[in-house]
T-cell receptor, first 115, second 115 residues
Framework: KAGVTQTPRYLIKTRGQQVTLSCSPISGHRSVSWYQQTPGQGLQFLFEYFSETQRNKGNFPGRFSGRQFSNSRSEMNVSTLELGDSALYLC??????????????FGPGTRLTVT | DQQVKQNSPSLSVQEGRISILNCDYTNSMFDYFLWYKKYPAEGPTFLISISSIKDKNEDGRFTVFLNKSAKHLSLHIVPSQPGDSAVYFC??????????????FGKGTLLTVNP
């Protein structure tokens, strides 16, 4: 079974631009979550989508948005890029376990550099 | 406010010995805990999880112990191998706000296994 795929893997943008990142979950997984990883803050939750609806949201400004399509693929968008948005953006798809929680499987990430 | 803490930024052990990685949490709503391993430039890889109804879960060389009263969990790797060298993240989820799909991560512990 193919894993989570993310495109592009690397991206360089200029301050003020906007960017769209794409994620394809593992086949059969309906939940997709996005995380931002930076050296100082570690892994921080952005938002989670299930059946095309945002089900959970982290503490990020409105410049960060996302959506999910009917085939469970997801995109996240960052508008008006700032230097501090430089980070590794990780997508994870989830499956419900029989033990009351979800196991999230991560893609390789998109390394965004804002100059 | 860091709800999941990994107080040791790094750990070095000899090949064949036991590696013990520790994690503390503060949010009593957390009821599902996971460990991930991460290599540079890759997404985190799921290792093992444990539900709050258990105090131990084992999978091959990896064992996770949960002490709910102390809000503490640990990951034991026996025997340690050089390929285990990576950053290990502890993560927790819970029914906060009615959703248990958001993972809260610690900042990671860099494990180095010396041959």
């Amino acid at each position: 079974k193919a894993g989570v795929t993310q495109t592009p893997r690397y991206l360089i943008k200029t301050r003020g631009q906007q960017v769209t990142l794409s994620c394809s979950p593992i086949s059969g997984h309906r939940s997709v979550s996005w995380y931002q990883q930076t050296p100082g803050q570690g892994l921080q939750f952005l938002f989670e989508y299930f059946s095309e609806t945002q089900r959970n949201k982290g503490n990020f400004p409105g410049r960060f948005s996302g959506r999910q399509f009917s085939n469970s693929r997801s995109e996240m968008n960052v508008s008006t890029l700032e230097l501090g948005d430089s980070a590794l953006y990780l997508c994870a798809s989830s499956r419900r376990t029989g033990q009351g929680g979800d196991e999230q499987y991560f893609g390789p990430g998109t390394r965004l550099t804002v100059t | 406010d860091q709800q999941v803490k990994q107080n040791s930024p790094s750990l070095s052990v000899q090949e064949g010995r036991i590696s013990i990685l520790n994690c503390d949490y503060t949010n009593s709503m957390f009821d599902y805990f996971l460990w991930y391993k991460k290599y540079p430039a890759e997404g985190p890889t799921f290792l093992i999880s444990i539900s709050s109804i258990k105090d131990k879960n084992e999978d091959g060389r990896f064992t996770v112990f949960l002490n709910k009263s102390a809000k503490h969990l640990s990951l034991h790797i026996v025997p340690s191998q050089p390929g285990d060298s990576a950053v290990y993240f502890c993560a927790a989820s819970g029914r906060s706000g009615g959703s248990n799909y958001k993972l809260t991560f610690g900042k990671g512990t860099l494990l180095t296994v010396n041959p």
